[in-house]
C-alpha cells in the first residue's frame, strides 16, 4: 500500500518510487489489469497522464476516482484497478532509452531486441541486380574530393556541397529530379523525425534520432512519410568499415520502417566510401565498398544500386500507403515486408500510443506534424479511443 505521505503522481516520481520515464505508461498497465483498449480506458490515461494534471500533483484520491469509472472487461472478475496496483506494475515496467548516434551500454542488444521484434533476422551480404540499366555501366561516379581547406568548416562543407554532388550522381544515371521524379531535402535540422518505440517483453524500447538528408517523391507532404533514401554525412575518419556505422544505420533504417509508408535505402557515406542498408524480407541487406575486404562492391555499383532502387523499385507516388497492392514477388513486395511488420507492432497492444508519447517530445513546431504522420503510418480503422 502507499505510503500516507506520498500524495501525489508527481511527488511519487520525485522520491524516486517510480522512474520518471514510466509516468506515462499507465495505459500499458491498465491493459496489462484486464482493461480493453476502448474509449474509455484512453480517456482515463489521457486524464491521468495528461501533463498539467499530473505537474500540479493529481492525488492519489482523484487517480482513484478516474479508474474507477473504467469498466473492466465483459466477463472479467477484475474490480477496478487502485493506484497503489497500478504503481506496482509500474515499477516492473522497465523503459530503455537511446539515441541514434550515441554510444550507451547496451544499446547494440537493445538493437538486436528491436529487430527481433519486427521479425528481422539480422544482417546478410547483399546481392546486385543480375543486370543494369542499359548504359549504365558507361557512367561512372566522380569520388568527392571537396573536404575542408584551410579556414572552411566541417558544416560548411557537407551542409551544402555533399547533397549536391549526389543529386549531379544521381542525374547521371537517370534518376529525375524535380517534377515528375524526386527531391533530395536536408533534414538535419529535424533532429528526431525517425524516433521510434517497440516492445519486447516487459520493456518498452525507445530510440531517438533522425538523419541528414533524405530522397522523396517530389510533392510530398511530410519528408518521414514518404522516404525513398536516406542519407547520412560521415567524415572520412568516423567511416573506417561497417562495424563503425552499423548500429546507427540500423537504426535510420527501423526509424523509417515505423515512420514512412514506403521502404526506403539507408546510406552512410562521406562521398567516397558508401555503406548501404536495404530491408528485405525477413532480413537486412548490406553492401559497402572498402577495398581489399569481403564482399566489397565499387563504388559505382554502389551508386547503380541507389539509382535502380529509385527508378525500378520506389513508387513516384508522393501519397503512397503501405496498405496499396503491391505485384507479389516484386522487389518493392521484398522491402516491404520489414515496414509491413513495423506497421504491426505499431498497431499491437500499446505500441501506437508508445509511438505518440515518442512525439509529444518532440519540440511544439514539429509535433501535429509528427502525430498526423504517425496516425497516417498505423492507418486503422478504430481510433475511438485516443479521442
Not at 111 to 128: C, D, E, K, N
Not at 234 to 245: A, G
Amino acid at each position: 500500500m502507499l505510503c500516507c505521505s506520498m500524495t501525489t503522481v508527481s511527488e511519487l516520481v520525485d522520491k524516486g518510487d517510480i522512474p520518471e520515464e514510466c509516468k506515462d505508461n499507465v495505459k500499458r498497465v491498465l491493459h496489462d489489469l484486464g482493461y480493453a483498449a476502448s474509449r474509455a480506458v484512453g480517456k482515463a490515461f489521457l486524464k491521468i497522464t495528461k501533463k498539467d494534471m499530473t505537474d500540479a500533483g493529481m492525488s492519489i484520491a482523484d487517480a482513484n476516482a478516474i479508474l474507477a469509472e473504467v469498466e473492466p472487461l465483459q466477463g472479467s472478475t477484475t474490480e477496478s484497478p487502485k493506484l497503489d496496483e497500478i504503481l506496482g506494475l509500474l515499477r516492473a515496467k522497465k523503459v530503455q532509452e537511446y539515441t541514434f548516434s550515441q554510444s550507451k551500454t547496451g544499446k547494440d542488444t537493445a538493437v538486436a531486441a528491436a529487430m527481433t521484434a519486427l521479425g528481422l533476422t539480422g544482417l546478410a551480404p547483399g546481392t546486385l541486380p543480375r543486370r543494369w540499366a542499359r548504359g549504365w555501366n558507361q557512367k561512372h561516379f566522380a569520388l568527392f574530393a571537396k573536404w575542408p581547406a584551410v579556414g572552411q568548416t566541417y558544416e560548411n562543407i557537407y551542409a551544402t556541397q555533399l547533397p549536391n554532388h549526389f543529386v549531379e550522381a544521381l542525374t547521371i544515371f537517370d534518376v529525375p529530379m524535380g517534377v515528375g521524379g524526386f527531391d533530395f531535402k536536408d533534414v538535419r535540422n529535424y533532429n528526431n523525425r525517425l524516433s521510434f518505440a517497440c516492445t519486447t517483453g516487459a520493456s518498452t524500447i525507445m530510440f531517438k534520432g533522425g538523419t541528414d538528408a533524405v530522397v522523396i517523391p517530389h510533392g510530398a507532404i511530410t519528408w518521414q512519410g514518404q522516404t525513398r533514401v536516406l542519407f547520412d554525412w560521415k567524415r572520412p575518419s568516423e567511416l573506417q568499415s561497417v562495424e563503425s556505422v552499423v548500429t546507427q544505420a540500423q537504426l535510420e533504417l527501423m526509424g523509417a520502417l515505423f515512420n514512412s509508408r514506403h521502404p526506403a535505402l539507408v546510406v552512410f557515406t562521406d562521398g567516397v566510401n558508401l555503406v548501404i542498408l536495404q530491408p528485405w524480407g525477413c532480413a537486412v541487406q548490406y553492401w559497402h565498398t572498402f577495398p581489399n575486404t569481403d564482399d566489397c562492391i565499387s563504388v559505382d555499383d554502389a551508386i547503380r544500386l541507389i539509382a535502380h532502387h529509385l527508378l525500378h523499385i520506389s513508387s513516384r507516388n508522393a501519397a503512397f500507403n503501405h496498405l496499396d497492392s503491391v505485384p507479389e514477388g516484386s522487389e518493392l513486395a521484398m522491402e516491404l515486408a520489414p515496414l509491413l511488420a513495423a506497421k504491426k507492432e505499431l498497431g499491437e497492444a500499446e505500441g501506437l500510443n508508445v509511438q505518440l508519447q515518442v512525439d509529444q517530445d518532440l519540440p511544439a513546431n514539429d509535433r501535429f506534424e509528427a502525430v498526423s504522420n504517425t496516425i497516417l503510418a498505423w492507418r486503422q480503422p478504430d481510433l475511438s479511443y485516443f479521442i
